[in-house]
Structures are given as structure tokens and as C-alpha cells.
């Protein structure tokens, strides 16, 4: 079982940055994919960002490509974001997830934190 916890969310002016952290509990975290994604008001939840299970991989949603980073620890079980030029259309809340073998189809991932709120203002 995996326990997901995001932290770093907040309030920022367009064109600055946020680190997001999820913070994993589980001593099989190290086997499973990693991802970010958001969900606006009245917006379906989107894809924003993934890493495979031992970092070698990383992809991306097209809207961010550029401008955030994913990566992931494993020895500190954790999986951060680094969003910098943020835009006011990044406003969302931001979910961690994991699975085994998922990607960026978030019916893949069966472990989810709680959310962190990310507001960019213009």
C-alpha cells in the first residue's frame, strides 16, 4: 500500500515558480510510476507530468512542457514538481499519484494524495 502527501502549494504572480513535494509512505513506492496531476474548477482532472519507477523517464503534458520538471527520490521516497513561468491558467488543485504501470491515463493510477491548491495570480 502507498500513502500519498502534497505539500508546497500556494499563491504566486504569473511568471514565478512553485516546488511541489509528494512525500510517499510505503516500502514499495520505488516500484511504481509517478505523476502530477490537476484539476481546475468545473475542469476535468488533466495529466501534467510523469517519471517512471526508477526516474529514467519523463513526460510531460504539451501545456507544460518547458516550463516544469518531475522528478522523484526514491531514497526519500518522494516526487516533486518544479513549475517555474507559471501562468494563471496553471490555477488548479494538484494531485501526486502512483501506480505500477501507468503513465499519463489517470484511470491507471490507484494511489492518490489529497491535493495541494496552486493559484497563479496575473
Known amino acids: 500500500q502507498v500513502q500519498l502527501e502534497e505539500s508546497g502549494g500556494g499563491l504566486v504572480q504569473a511568471g514565478g515558480s512553485l516546488r511541489l513535494s509528494c512525500a510517499a509512505s510505503?516500502?514499495?513506492?520505488?516500484?511504481?510510476?509517478g505523476a502530477w496531476f490537476r484539476q481546475a474548477p468545473g475542469k476535468e482532472r488533466e495529466f501534467v507530468a510523469a517519471?517512471?519507477?526508477?526516474?529514467?523517464?519523463?513526460y510531460y503534458a504539451d501545456s507544460v512542457k518547458g516550463r516544469f520538471t518531475i522528478s522523484r527520490d526514491n531514497a526519500k521516497n518522494t516526487i516533486d514538481l518544479q513549475m517555474n513561468s507559471l501562468k494563471p491558467e496553471d490555477t488548479a488543485v494538484y494531485y501526486c499519484?502512483?501506480?505500477?504501470?501507468?503513465?499519463?491515463?489517470?484511470?491507471?493510477?490507484?494511489?492518490w494524495g489529497q491535493g495541494t491548491q496552486v493559484t497563479v495570480s496575473s
Open positions: 499519484a502512483a501506480g505500477r504501470w501507468a503513465l499519463w491515463n489517470r484511470y491507471d493510477y490507484d494511489h
Open positions: 510505503g516500502r514499495t513506492f520505488s516500484n511504481y510510476n
Open positions: 517519471v517512471r519507477w526508477n526516474g529514467g523517464n519523463t
